[in-house]
């Protein structure tokens, strides 16, 4: 990555981070690819095996790079997590599906390594934000993409999804429609398409002010998911607009919305078996 002469606005975000405290694996290899890197960060003195969580970040399938995301990173394995944040290619190198396959590759490589960083293999996570939200999702509920790499989808103990957009035809923006064109079925793209009772539980969480990926999209998804019979809470913050959802992280943010305690409020009960799957005579409710 080539970095800019003068410090952008994530760089120093980053540097607001301290890393003390983290042991931090970078460049781990999942792939061939260039970007098929992954870094991992962990507790240094934390006993586990931890709870896991993967980050995808988001730049509409075009721009990111991992190192970006060391302040969540960060944040998270400090709250006892193992926290993986991998690279995946990018239009216009790649389109539908190829980025959400290398996902599924980042995934599937956690699954067989993560014990080695202190991590518990059977409470993985999957969270995203914007684009990285719905390859989270995706992966969660399209199957075929984790079974290519020799995952299911149920092992998955439960999926975040900051801001992310689910449910967003017709495509009306021309990169957008490059990168998921041409499917025999456009519907196919779509993550609402796949909703399942089958699927891990979710937290779909939004801002009420955001205009760059509408609220209805996690509206959308939340009820058709609970339709099915599917596990998911869905939380929207009516002040937050599409960046600073996850802002909320920071310490000296997190008043502006109680995103990450509920974040770490639905991780805990996905941990104590609360959530039921199939049929469940309780679904999950929605929380406005």
Same mark, same amino acid.
């Given at each position: 990555?080539?970095?800019?002469?003068?410090?952008?606005?994530?760089?120093?975000?980053?540097?607001?981070?301290? !890393?003390?405290?983290?042991?931090? !694996?970078?460049?781990?290899?999942?792939?061939?690819?260039?970007?098929?890197?992954?870094?991992?960060?962990?507790?240094?003195?934390?006993?586990?095996?931890?709870? &896991?969580? @993967?980050?995808?970040?988001?730049?509409?399938?075009?721009?990111?790079?991992?190192?970006?995301?060391?302040?969540?990173?960060?944040?998270? +394995?400090?709250?006892?997590?193992?926290?993986?944040? /991998?690279?995946?290619?990018?239009?216009?190198?790649?389109?539908? /599906?190829?980025?959400?396959?290398?996902?599924?590759?980042?995934?599937?490589? $956690?699954?067989?390594? @993560?014990?080695?960083?202190?991590?518990?293999? +059977?409470?993985?996570?999957?969270?995203?934000?914007? +684009?990285?939200?719905?390859?989270?999702?995706?992966?969660?509920?399209?199957?075929?993409?984790?079974?290519?790499?020799?995952?299911?989808?149920?092992?998955?103990?439960? &999926? @975040?999804?900051?801001?992310?957009?689910?449910?967003?035809? =017709?495509?009306?923006?021309?990169?957008?429609?490059?990168?998921?064109? /041409?499917?025999?079925?456009?519907?196919?793209?779509? =993550?609402?398409?796949?909703?399942?009772?089958?699927?891990?539980?979710?937290?779909?969480?939004?801002?009420?002010?955001?205009?760059?990926?509408?609220?209805?999209?996690?509206?959308?998804?939340?009820?058709?998911?609970?339709?099915?019979?599917?596990?998911?809470? !869905?939380? $929207?913050? /009516?002040?937050?607009?599409? @960046?600073?959802?996850?802002? !909320?992280?920071?310490?000296?943010?997190?008043?502006?919305?109680?995103?990450?305690?509920?974040?770490? +409020?639905?991780?805990?009960?996905?941990?104590?078996?609360?959530?039921?799957?199939?049929?469940?005579?309780?679904?999950?409710?929605? &929380?406005?």
């Amino acid at each position: 990555m080539v970095m800019p002469l003068f410090p952008r606005p994530i760089d120093i975000l980053n540097k607001s981070v301290s !890393t003390k405290g983290l042991t931090i !694996t970078r460049d781990a290899a999942y792939g061939t690819a260039l970007r098929d890197r992954i870094d991992i960060y962990r507790p240094t003195h934390a006993t586990g095996p931890l709870p &896991v969580i @993967i980050f995808f970040y988001g730049g509409s399938w075009q721009f990111g790079h991992r190192a970006e995301y060391q302040f969540i990173a960060s944040l998270l +394995a400090k709250r006892g997590f193992v926290v993986a944040v /991998p690279d995946y290619r990018l239009y216009p190198d790649v389109k539908f /599906p190829d980025f959400l396959q290398d996902c599924a590759a980042a995934t599937a490589y $956690i699954f067989k390594h @993560i014990s080695a960083h202190n991590g518990n293999p +059977a409470q993985i996570f999957l969270m995203g934000h914007s +684009a990285g939200a719905y390859n989270a999702v995706m992966l969660g509920l399209a199957p075929q993409f984790l079974a290519a790499e020799g995952v299911s989808a149920g092992q998955i103990a439960g &999926v @975040i999804g900051l801001s992310g957009p689910y449910d967003f035809l =017709p495509l009306r923006d021309p990169i957008i429609k490059d990168i998921f064109s /041409p499917p025999a079925d456009i519907k196919t793209t779509q =993550p609402i398409t796949y909703a399942s009772e089958a699927a891990p539980p979710m937290l779909l969480a939004h801002g009420g002010a955001d205009i760059t990926v509408l609220p209805r999209n996690t509206t959308a998804l939340g009820a058709r998911l609970r339709a099915v019979g599917g596990v998911v809470e !869905t939380k $929207i913050y /009516p002040k937050l607009g599409h @960046i600073n959802i996850i802002l !909320t992280a920071l310490p000296f943010y997190s008043w502006k919305a109680p995103v990450f305690a509920d974040v770490f +409020a639905f991780i805990a009960s996905c941990l104590a078996g609360e959530f039921t799957r199939t049929g469940s005579s309780s679904p999950a409710s929605m &929380v406005k």
